[in-house]
Structure formats: C-alpha cells, structure tokens
C-alpha cells in the first residue's frame, strides 16, 4: 500500500490543476466575450456610405464604431530622424542610458536605466480609402496621442555599447557604477499604412467627419 502522508502532497496537486483549469477557463470565457464584442461592432469606410449612414443618424453621430482605412497626413508629414524617405503622423523617439551599479550587499552588478528622454511629435491626419490620393470622403483622427492601443511601426532601434577608457575604469571604480549602452528607438505610425480606430464618429458642416474619443467611457 502507498504511504498515507503522500495523500496531502497528492491532493495538493489535483487541487491546483483545478484551481489552474478554472482560472484558464475563466480567462478564455472573457476574451470569447471579448471577441464577440468587438465582433458586434459595426464596421464602416471612409466613403459615401459612410456619409449616408451619418447624415440619416440622429445627431449625425454614431456613438461607437470601426472605421478602417490608409492613412493620410492632411498636411506636411513628418519625416524619420533615422530612416531616409520614411514619413509619419505620429512619431515616438526614445533615448536611454543603460547603466550598471555595484551592490554591495549582494556583491553583484545590477542594472538600471537613466536619463530617459523621450519625444512625441504628431501632424493632423485622417484615414481614406486604400487607392485613393484625393478622396472626397475621408474620416480625420482627433487628438489620436490619447487613443490607446499599440498602432506604432518600430522603424529604428540601435544600441551603441559604451567605451571605456583607464581613466573611466578608475572613476567607475570608485563611484561604484559605469555606463554599459545608449540604446535609441523611434516609433511611427507611417503614411500609407492600414490602421482600424475605434471610437466615436460624428458628421459637422455636412462633410466633415471626424473620429474622436467615445462619450461612453470606452477605449
């Protein structure tokens, strides 16, 4: 016969693995809400149908929906500062310093991250139907730097590893840290690229439309 006192380790066990069914179980029922959801969300163009649909809507308004589309900088667009012929609308650029300290408690080097610099630049821009460089329907993005989610393109990333020189060992010696890599990045969302925006889309002066925050507390 089996030991007796391996029956608490072995419940144990079974108790978790249900315990981790439920939780997966759980999870997977809250994105399955989740997807239909976003699945119920009605789905529009930047094109007359558009316009149809918000010039028969009450307040000429519709409160939340998708609109898919290219974008299209309504002005100047901004240029790369790392990548020739690359412009954006939106533009992200990070600078970090990555740095190792000397802990002398556990008599190891840790690291750490300073002098964070971090720049956002962004032009007026709207989404227009793919293949069409002058629409007469379009949907302009209001205030897009408070819209959530990940819509950025990576389109550089570079780490220059610090150069240490005696008279650098010396200080770091006694100051107890020194620099390891200035790692730069800059994030664009690009003209030309596929983008779908969520929220609220309302019709002013009869042909203007824009795509703002929801008044419903949604993303």
């Not at 990045?185 to 002013?204: A, I, K, N």
Request: proline fraction near 5%; include cysteine.
């Amino acid at each position: 016969m089996a030991d007796s006192s391996l029956n608490p380790v072995v419940w144990l066990g079974v108790g978790s693995s249900f315990a981790f069914s439920g939780l997966f179980y759980h999870l997977y029922q809250e994105k399955k809400k989740e997807l239909k959801k976003l699945k119920e969300i009605p789905i529009f163009k930047p094109d007359d149908y558009l316009l149809k649909v918000l010039n028969s809507s009450p307040h000429k308004r519709l409160q939340y929906v998708a609109v898919e589309g290219v974008v299209q900088a309504d002005g100047e667009p901004l240029p790369s500062k790392f990548v020739p012929r690359r412009r954006g609308v939106i533009q992200k650029v990070v600078l970090e310093e990555h740095w190792k300290y000397w802990n002398y408690v556990t008599r190891t080097w840790n690291s750490k991250t300073i002098n964070k610099n971090e720049t956002n630049n962004s032009v007026p821009f709207s989404l227009v139907q793919p293949g069409s460089y002058i629409s007469k329907v379009y949907v302009k993005v209001q205030n897009p730097l408070e819209a959530s989610g990940c819509y950025m393109e990576r389109v550089h990333s570079k780490v220059r590893r610090a150069k240490e020189g005696l008279v650098d060992m010396v200080a770091q010696g006694l100051s107890g840290e020194k620099p390891m890599a200035l790692v730069e990045s800059e994030q664009m969302l690009c003209v030309g690229s596929s983008l779908t925006g969520f929220g609220e889309v309302v019709l002013e002066g009869g042909q203007v439309i824009r795509l703002q925050a929801p008044q419903d507390g949604r993303s």
